[in-house]
């Protein structure tokens, strides 16, 4: 079927590929599978799937560099399976663009609730997060976000970010001085309602902080830390 999900399932364990295989198929998804990192690239590259999930301790090429090297052609949405314990790996899978990440030893149904929220996003992103029309731009001192072109700006230079940190920004931008929790805002950037590790915002916030820094340590303090509640974006006095 044409409009089938496409799921890639990387991991070099048979026995984990076997098992996320079946719950997945009960979805009606359609599943393919690799064993590594370099069969991943080469089969993410030539196929457009709705979803990756990616081992990230693999031999060869592991999943840190697979993802690194898809984004550089691809934004397909890709979940880290990680074991327990390897939390600066999970901030590298972060910084190299993965969408999520689920720590092993997991429950399938958890993953495949994952999968349905990262496709839901997807669907809804035209209706709602990253819904662009002509003009779609938010223009405020030192920074600016061209939501049709996906493009952020820092006193006039541009800022690589990943999906998932474009779609943060945005969204606290959105509305200027409101403040959003953790849980809310793993719910609406990554429509997650029963799942979620709420360090992933936290981390996201840091690495966004971290690159607008390097341009403007203004542009940074406009991603506002409001102890014991949340965050919230906030336009400096001019």
Avoid at 149 to 167: N, W
Avoid at 221 to 232: A, D, E, F, N, P
Wanted: charged share 35%; aromatic share 8%; proline share 4%.
């Amino acid at each position: 079927m044409s409009d089938q999900v496409k799921v890639l399932v990387v991991d070099d364990e048979d026995r984990i590929r076997r098992l996320l295989k079946m719950y997945l198929e009960r979805e009606n998804f359609q599943i393919e599978e690799a064993s590594d990192g370099d069969q991943a690239l080469e089969m993410a590259l030539e196929t457009d799937y709705d979803v990756i999930l990616l081992d990230l301790m693999m031999p060869g090429k592991d999943g840190i560099e697979a993802c690194h090297e898809l984004r550089e052609h691809k934004a397909t949405p890709v979940v880290m399976l990680t074991a327990k314990g390897e939390e600066a790996n999970r901030v590298q899978g972060f910084e190299v663009g993965a969408d999520d990440y689920i720590v092993k030893p997991f429950s399938p149904r958890e993953v495949v609730l994952r999968v349905k929220a990262v496709l839901r996003r997807g669907k809804q992103s035209n209706e709602n997060l990253v819904a662009s029309a002509p003009g779609d731009v938010l223009t405020f001192p030192h920074i600016s976000i061209d939501n049709e072109a996906h493009r952020v700006t820092v006193d006039g230079q541009e800022i690589p970010l990943t999906p998932k940190e474009y779609d943060l920004l945005y969204y606290l931008a959105r509305s200027p001085d409101k403040v959003y929790d953790r849980e809310s805002l793993l719910k609406e950037v990554w429509r997650y309602e029963f799942f979620g590790d709420l360090r992933t915002i936290d981390t996201h916030i840091k690495r966004l902080r971290e690159k607008l820094l390097e341009v403007s340590e203004a542009a940074a303090k406009m991603i506002v830390t409001v102890w014991g509640l949340g965050y919230k974006f906030a336009v400096p006095e001019e």
